[in-house]
C-alpha cells in the first residue's frame, strides 16, 4: 500500500524526516497495526493513506490505484480520530450519516445504514441525542460508527483507545475486534501499547525514527524479534553480548551457548526472554555457574536479577510459589540454563 | 419526620433571602437600565403624542398627528386630505435594503478576515485584533470624509483608475446608494469580525479533516460543519451590524448628500429645520420597531434553520 513513502517536514537544517524510505503492503480484511513509541512517524503515516498530508516522495496505492495525489475526499479510506472530533451541531444519527450524506446517497438509503451503524455499535438509544451528552466510550462508538457508515476499503485508527480507562480499553479492543471481522474492513490500528498490538492484530509492524523496524505476525515479533529495538521494546529481553563460534556462540567468561548463529563470527548480540532462563542448581548438566543478586515479587511471577560470571546481569523470570516468598536468596550460587531455542541472534 | 419539616422549612426561607438578597443586589443595575433605557425611551413615546410646537419642542396638547404623519402627509391644496407619503416609505425601504446588505457585505468581507486571525499563530492574532480596532480611535466624521476623499470624483480610487486605464472617465459614486454602502461597510466591519473571530476561535479546527475524511468538499465542509458552528457568532455579527445601520445618520449624510437619506436622517430633520418633534419622536419608535420585528423575524429564522438542519 505504502511504497517508498518519505515525509520530510520542514525544510533547511530544521527538517524532520517523520517518515525515511518506508514501505509497507496492508493486506485486504486484516487488522494490521503500526506499533512504535511517541513520534516514531506513526499519525504521519496514517495520515498519508488518509491524504491529509502529501508525501515528500514515494507513493500511497489502494487496491492497486495510485491515490497520491487524491484528496482525503475522494479517497475510500475513514479515519476514527483520536480526539474523536464529532460534529458538535449534529445528533448521533446525523454524525454517523454524514459521511454518507456528503456522498449523495438517497435520504431513505442513509437512514437505513444509520439504522444498522446504530445496531452494530448498540447506541440504538441514543440516535437522537447530541453526541456531547455521550460518555467517553459511547463517543468512540460513534466515531467509530461513522467511519464505517461509508463502508470504506481501510479504516484508520489512530490511537483509538489511550483516552479510555483500562476496563473501558480492554472492551473496546473486544468490541473492535468484533467489529473488524464482522466489517470485514481492513483496519490500520495505531497504537503504542504492544499488548495492545499482540492482543488484537494479524500483523504488526513495529516502528521506530521513522522506518519500519520489522513486520509480522504478533506472534514471529514477540519469539524472532530481528533486531534490539524491537526486541526491548515488545516485553522484556535479556541481552548478551558473545563471540560467534562453530556451533555457537561464546561468552566473554568462556561458555558457549547454543544458538543459530548463520556461521557469523565476530562479536555479536544475543537476545533471551526471563521467561525462558531457568534456574537450576549450580552442578545442574549444562548449567551456566551465576549468583543471585537479588528479586522482585510481580504477583503471579518472581524476577531474579542474576549476574553472569562474565559480570553481565541478566533477568529470570520464574513462577510465584504459594507463599509469594523469593525461594533463592540473594547471594545464593545457582547455575542459569536457556530453554532450547530460546536464544535468538540479532541484527544489532 | 420533624427533622426533616424543620430542614425543609429552613431551605425555604433561605430561598426566599436568597431571592430578596438577588434583588438587592440587582437593584443598581435595574436603576441604571431604567434612568439608561427605560426613562428616555418613555420621553420619546409620550412626546410623539403631543403636538408640534411652532419653533420645535412641544406643546403639551395630546394629538396623533406625529403618528399619521409617520406614513401620511396633508394636501395642502386639497383640504388638507390624507395623502400616503412615498417619499417617507421611499427613506424606510433605502433603510432596510442598505442595512440589510451592509450586513451581508460585512459579512462578506468579514468571515474571511476573521477566519484569517483566528488561524494565526497566538502571539500575532493579538496583533491582528489590534489593527482591527484602530478605526474605533478615530472620530466617525472623519472617517467618513477620509472616504469621500478616496471616492470622490477626483479622488484617489478614480485617479488610480482613470491612470491605469481602466476607466475613461471618473466614476460618480458620491451621492448615491452605492457611496453610502461603501461607508456603511467600512465602518461596521470590525462590529462583523470581531464576534466573528470568537466563535471562529472556539471552532474545532480537527472538525475540518473529519469532514473531509467524510467524503465533504471543502465548500460541503464550509457549509455543513463550519457555518452551523460558528452560527451564533454570525448571529451576533448580523444583529451588531445591522441595528447601527438601520439607525445610522453620520455616513448617509456624508456619503448620500441630502437626497439620499436614511431613517436617521429623517429623524434628525424632524428634531433640527423641520421643528417637528413630535414626528421626529414618531419615527424614532417607528425605527425602534422595525428593529424589533426585524430581530424576532431573523433570530426565528436563523435557530429554526439550525433545528432542521442535517
Ligand atoms: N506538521 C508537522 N510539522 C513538523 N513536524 C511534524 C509534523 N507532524 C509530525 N511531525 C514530526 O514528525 C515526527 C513523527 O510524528 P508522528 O507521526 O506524529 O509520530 P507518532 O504518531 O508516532 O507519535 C515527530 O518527530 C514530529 O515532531
Ligand atoms: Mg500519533
Redesign the pocket.
Known amino acids: 500500500m505504502a511504497k517508498d513513502v518519505t515525509?520530510a517536514?520542514?525544510q533547511g537544517e530544521t527538517v524532520?524526516?517523520?517518515?525515511d524510505n518506508v514501505s509497507c503492503e496492508i493486506r485486504t480484511g486484516e487488522f494490521f497495526t503500526?506499533l512504535?513509541?511517541?513520534?516514531?512517524?506513526?499519525?504521519?503515516?496514517?495520515?498519508l493513506i488518509a491524504g491529509f498530508?502529501m508525501p515528500s516522495a514515494g507513493q500511497i496505492l489502494i487496491d492497486g490505484q495510485d491515490v497520491t495525489g487524491q484528496p482525503p475526499n475522494r479517497r475510500a479510506v475513514n479515519t476514527v480520530f483520536q480526539s474523536y472530533a464529532l460534529f458538535p451541531h449534529l445528533s448521533v444519527a446525523e454524525n454517523i450519516g454524514f459521511g454518507l450524506k456528503m456522498k449523495g446517497i438517497a435520504k431513505p438509503e442513509v437512514d437505513r445504514t444509520v439504522r444498522e451503524m446504530l445496531a452494530l455499535v448498540r447506541l440504538e438509544a441514543m440516535a437522537g441525542r447530541k453526541t456531547s451528552q455521550l460518555s467517553g466510550g459511547q463517543q468512540q462508538r460513534v466515531a467509530l460508527a461513522r467511519a464505517l457508515a461509508p463502508r470504506p476499503k481501510v479504516l484508520l485508527l489512530?490511537?483509538p483507545l489511550s483516552a479510555l480507562d483500562l476496563k473501558l480499553r480492554k472492551e473496546m479492543q473486544v468490541e473492535l475486534k468484533r467489529l473488524q471481522t464482522e466489517t470485514g474492513i481492513t483496519f490500520v490500528f495505531?497504537t503504542?501499547d504492544q499488548e495492545e498490538a499482540l492482543t488484537m492484530s494479524d500483523r504488526i509492524a513495529v516502528?521506530s525514527a521513522?522506518k519500519i523496524q520489522q513486520l509480522g505476525a504478533p506472534r514471529e515479533i514477540y519469539t524472532k524479534p530481528r533486531n534490539r529495538f524491537v526486541a526491548s521494546f515488545i516485553g522484556e529481553t535479556n541481552f548478551l553480548t558473545a563471540t560467534g563460534v562453530p556451533g555457537g556462540a561464546k561468552l566473554a567468561s568462556g561458555e558457549v551457548i547454543a544458538v543459530d548463529t548463520g556461521g557469523k563470527g565476530g562479536q555479536i548480540t544475543l537476545a533471551v526472554r526471563p521467561e525462558h532462563v531457568e534456574i537450576t542448581p549450580p552442578e545442574a548438566q549444562g548449567a551456566i555457574p551465576a549468583e543471585v543478586r537479588g528479586s522482585v515479587y510481580f504477583g503471579t511471577d518472581m524476577n531474579y536479577q542474576i549476574a553472569l560470571p562474565d559480570g553481565a546481569e541478566i533477568e529470570a523470570c520464574v513462577q510465584s510459589g504459594v507463599t509469594g516468598e523469593a525461594l533463592i536468596g540473594q547471594g545464593a550460587k545457582v547455575g542459569i540454563r536457556f530453554a532450547p531455542g530460546s536464544v535468538l541472534m540479532l541484527e544489532d | 419526620m420533624a427533622r426533616t419539616h424543620g430542614a425543609s422549612e429552613a431551605e425555604r426561607l433561605q430561598a426566599a433571602s436568597s431571592t430578596r438578597n438577588a434583588w438587592a443586589l440587582s437593584a443598581p443595575a435595574l436603576i441604571l437600565l431604567f434612568c439608561a433605557a427605560a426613562g428616555p425611551l418613555l420621553v420619546v413615546l409620550i412626546y410623539s403624542f403631543l403636538t408640534a410646537g411652532p419653533t420645535g419642542g412641544v406643546v403639551w396638547d395630546f394629538s396623533t398627528e406625529a403618528w399619521v404623519g409617520v406614513l401620511y402627509t396633508r394636501d395642502i391644496f386639497d383640504d388638507g386630505n390624507l395623502v400616503l407619503a412615498d417619499a417617507h416609505l421611499t427613506i424606510f425601504w433605502r433603510s432596510v435594503k442598505i442595512s440589510i446588505l451592509t450586513t451581508l457585505i460585512t459579512f462578506v468581507l468579514g468571515f474571511p478576515t476573521a477566519w484569517f486571525i483566528a488561524t494565526r499563530p497566538l502571539k500575532e492574532r493579538a496583533l491582528w485584533l489590534f489593527l482591527i480596532t484602530i478605526p474605533f480611535w478615530t472620530n466617525l466624521l472623519i472617517r467618513t470624509f477620509a472616504i469621500t476623499e478616496i471616492i470622490r470624483n477626483e479622488g484617489l480610487l478614480n485617479k488610480i483608475l482613470l491612470g491605469i486605464g481602466l476607466i475613461s472617465e471618473p466614476l460618480r459614486i458620491m451621492n448615491t446608494d452605492t457611496a453610502v454602502l461603501i461607508g456603511m461597510a467600512y465602518v461596521y466591519l470590525p462590529l462583523m469580525v470581531l464576534p466573528l473571530f470568537a466563535a471562529i476561535d472556539r471552532f474545532d479546527m480537527r472538525l475540518l479533516e473529519a469532514g473531509y475524511d467524510l467524503y465533504a468538499s471543502r465548500l460541503q465542509v464550509l457549509r455543513h460543519v463550519v457555518l452551523p458552528i460558528v452560527k451564533p457568532g454570525i448571529i451576533a455579527g448580523s444583529i451588531l451590524v445591522f441595528i447601527p445601520s438601520l439607525g445610522a445618520y453620520v455616513t448617509p449624510r456624508v456619503l448620500g448628500g441630502g437626497k439620499n437619506m436614511m431613517i436617521g436622517n429623517f429623524i434628525e430633520l424632524q428634531f433640527g429645520q423641520g421643528r417637528n418633534w413630535p414626528l421626529g419622536a414618531a419615527l424614532s419608535m417607528t425605527l425602534l420597531l422595525i428593529v424589533m420585528l426585524a430581530m424576532i423575524f431573523y433570530v426565528r429564522a436563523a435557530t429554526k434553520g439550525g433545528k432542521s438542519h442535517g
Open positions: 515525509k517536514f520542514g524532520v524526516r517523520a517518515l503500526l512504535g513509541p511517541s513520534g516514531c512517524g506513526k499519525t504521519t503515516l496514517l495520515r498530508e489512530d490511537e495505531v503504542h516502528m521513522g
